[in-house]
């Protein structure tokens, strides 16, 4: 199962873009790149997923280099309702292969 | 309209009690889970069940029974609770690699 590291922790300010950079050095050929976002006392919630290049949907975008051995995580303009932990994970799109890390804890400070 | 739910929120019972946590979801998914979130945070994947087959089975001890009884409930029993299983349990489901996790149980032994 591939692995992902990630940074524990993050601070940032309100209005502030976030960049959160996850290493997965042995991703598989057929393997996504899937983020995800954990509130307190909260089950995780799905941010984005990619395989290549750039993607952008309306909370965030994911840019992904051409070896795929890493991606990141942009958050643009983070208010303090972005504090959560934000878990990086590869997998083969079928949901059989997620392995959640220890996850990055975002603080948004005012 | 709950998507993924889970009973009861909280459970709180004594060591070598034997204990049921349910999950439904109603979003038509093939495939559930069960993770483990322990007081440090990580999020550990114990069981994955597509159209009612168990597909994964990570290393958990066999006093943990997950049971399907159709495509939409994943039910985990777990027998003779021990002080290291309080934890929040979620269960998510999925059709691809976009989970989606219910509110989380916290399951506390004393």
């Known amino acids: 199962l591939a692995k992902t590291t990630q940074p524990i922790s993050m601070d940032s300010y309100e209005g502030q873009e976030v960049n959160i950079t996850c290493s997965h050095n042995?991703?598989?050929?057929?393997?996504?790149i899937t983020w995800y976002q954990q509130f307190p006392s909260q089950g995780p919630r799905f941010i984005i997923q990619g395989y290549k290049t750039k993607v952008t949907n309306e909370v965030a975008s994911l840019f992904i280099p051409a070896d795929r051995k890493s991606s990141t995580l942009s958050l643009p303009r983070v208010s303090l309702s972005d504090t959560a932990v934000y878990y990086c994970l590869v997998g083969d799109g079928y949901g059989n292969k997620l392995v959640f890390g220890a996850g990055t804890i975002l603080r948004v400070k005012s | 309209d709950t998507a993924v739910s889970q009973t009861p929120k909280y459970l709180v019972t004594q060591m070598g009690n034997d204990k049921s946590i349910k999950c439904e979801q109603n979003l038509g998914h093939d495939t559930m889970y069960w993770y483990k979130q322990d007081s440090k945070k990580f999020l550990k994947i114990m069981f994955s069940y597509n159209n009612k087959e168990l597909i994964i089975n990570e290393t958990v001890p066999n006093r943990f029974s997950p049971k399907s009884p159709d495509k939409a409930h994943l039910n985990l029993h777990i027998n003779s609770l021990e002080l290291g299983d309080s934890a929040v349990y979620f269960c998510?489901?999925?059709?691809?690699?976009?989970?989606?996790f219910g509110p989380g149980t916290r399951l506390t032994v004393t």
């Open positions: 998510a489901s999925s059709q691809a690699d976009e989970q989606y």
């Open positions: 042995n991703i598989a050929t057929n393997d996504y």
